[in-house]
Structure formats: C-alpha cells, structure tokens
C-alpha cells in the first residue's frame, strides 16, 4: 500500500520522459522503427505516468485549457448579464425599447 503524506503538493508541466520513449524517438528519428511503433512506446509511456500519478493519489486534471475556457465563458456571461442589467435600471429607454413600446 502507499503511504500517505498530511500534505498537499501541485505539479505543474511535465514529467520528464522515461529513457524507452527517447530512445525510440531517437530510433524512429533515424527511420530503424516506423510511426506506429513508435506510438506504441508513448501510449505506454502515458499508461505508466497515469499509473504513477493515480498510485500517489494524484488528482489529474487532463483538460485544463477546457476548464479555462469554461471559466471564461461563465466569466463573460456574469459580465454581459451585469452589464445588461445595469442599462435597464440606469436607462429607461431601454426597457421601452425593449418591450417594443415607444
């Protein structure tokens, strides 16, 4: 069993590759493997690192770039909304305008 440490840890950016995924890049690089063995090499490079993070109970966020970009649109609809309601409350003609009245 792992132990586990009363203590919280971030990683950030990548682990270094494991010497079989260079070594085969290096091979495949000067044509002695071809594409898809050297795919084989990295999907098992991947396993093993998963394994490791989940073996230590790392949690793995694998899409980060989704949940910005999901921040950032919940960050932009807040905004607008505020923005929206602001005008109806500051101006009026906006809600004429809005309700097709004149």
């Given at each position: 069993?792992?132990?586990?440490?009363?203590?919280?840890?971030?990683?950030?950016?990548?682990?270094?590759?494991?010497?079989?995924?260079?070594?085969?890049?290096?091979?495949?690089?000067?044509?002695?493997?071809?594409?898809a063995a050297?795919?084989l090499v990295?999907?098992?490079?991947?396993?093993?690192?998963?394994?490791?993070?989940?073996?230590?109970?790392?949690?793995?966020?694998q899409s980060?770039?989704?949940?910005?970009?999901?921040?950032?649109?919940?960050?932009?609809?807040?905004?607008?909304?505020?923005?929206?309601?602001?005008?109806?409350?500051?101006?009026?003609?906006?809600?004429?305008?809005?309700?097709?009245?004149?």
């Amino acid at each position: 069993m792992t132990p586990t440490l009363p203590a919280h840890y971030d990683h950030v950016g990548s682990f270094l590759r494991p010497l079989a995924l260079l070594e085969a890049r290096e091979q495949q690089s000067k044509g002695q493997i071809t594409a898809a063995a050297l795919r084989l090499v990295e999907d098992q490079a991947i396993s093993d690192i998963v394994k490791f993070q989940q073996d230590v109970r790392c949690i793995i966020l694998q899409s980060l770039d989704k949940m910005l970009q999901a921040l950032c649109l919940t960050l932009c609809s807040l905004i607008l909304n505020l923005l929206h309601l602001l005008a109806w409350n500051t101006f009026p003609q906006c809600q004429l305008a809005h309700t097709g009245m004149k």
